[in-house]
């Protein structure tokens, strides 16, 4: 028996199914590290694997914080996309990294086929990202992609706090998920807002993480710049 997990008992909002699903104790949660994308590694059981609900019945699958926020044209439509061809399984278990995975990409189904919030979208993407690299699969790059266009898109026209990200925060990630993908020109400019916004400096840490990555994005779209001139230099060379 894992001591730290325990049970929750779970209304399903869409088809009002009662189901109990695994949680974790505060108290057993263990940081071993921090990534520059906020990504956490910990020693023992992880909470990430916990923070989707799945409804056995009916398929629908929501992070933890969402779970109830369905409207009734929501309730409708996972019906029909997910109810109706639903096999019962239950994830209420005790969850390993690839059942993880499986939640969040159904958390991801559903919230696509409901119209959920980008910043919602945006953070199963981003957990996503993390739970692949964890097991070093390359689609980890897909998915952070994937959570840099809804950040941005959830930046321009929701409000914030997305999530526990609050302005400040979300520019230096959307920075740091920029410079992770090669995208340095981007990564630059989303840095650039982040240290200029007074807030940074209530987060010293993270004006110190800001102003290290800025500084590896401009090295990198240097070096980026200097190899993409040397090659259309041989290029041209070979023509001649």
Avoid at 162 to 189: C, F, H, P, Q, T
Avoid at 198 to 226: C, F, G, H, N
Wanted: charge should be positive.
């Amino acid at each position: 028996m894992n001591k730290a997990l325990y049970d929750k008992e779970i209304q399903c909002p869409v088809c009002k199914n009662l189901f109990s699903t695994k949680k974790m104790r505060t108290s057993a949660i263990r940081i071993e590290k921090r990534d520059t994308d906020f990504c956490v590694y910990y020693n023992g059981e992880n909470p990430i694997f916990y923070g989707v609900f799945v409804c056995p019945n009916c398929g629908y699958a929501a992070l933890e914080s969402v779970f109830q926020e369905i409207s009734p044209s929501g309730k409708k439509i996972i019906l029909e996309k997910i109810g109706a061809k639903w096999e019962q399984r239950n994830f209420g278990s005790e969850r390993d990294i690839y059942k993880a995975i499986e939640v969040y990409k159904l958390a991801l189904l559903s919230g696509q086929l409901i119209n959920q919030k980008k910043g919602i979208l945006a953070t199963l993407c981003l957990r996503l990202s993390w739970l692949y690299r964890y097991i070093d699969i390359e689609r980890e790059l897909d998915f952070t992609a994937h959570a840099v266009n809804c950040f941005e898109e959830a930046f321009r026209y929701e409000p914030l706090p997305i999530g526990n990200l609050d302005e400040v925060s979300l520019l230096y990630l959307l920075g740091e998920l920029n410079r992770r993908l090669g995208k340095y020109d981007a990564a630059i400019d989303w840095f650039n807002k982040a240290v200029s916004n007074r807030d940074i400096k209530r987060k010293r840490k993270l004006d110190v993480m800001a102003r290290e990555q800025w500084s590896l994005a401009k090295e990198e779209y240097k070096k980026q710049k200097e190899k993409n001139e040397a090659m259309a230099y041989a290029e041209n060379e070979d023509l001649i």
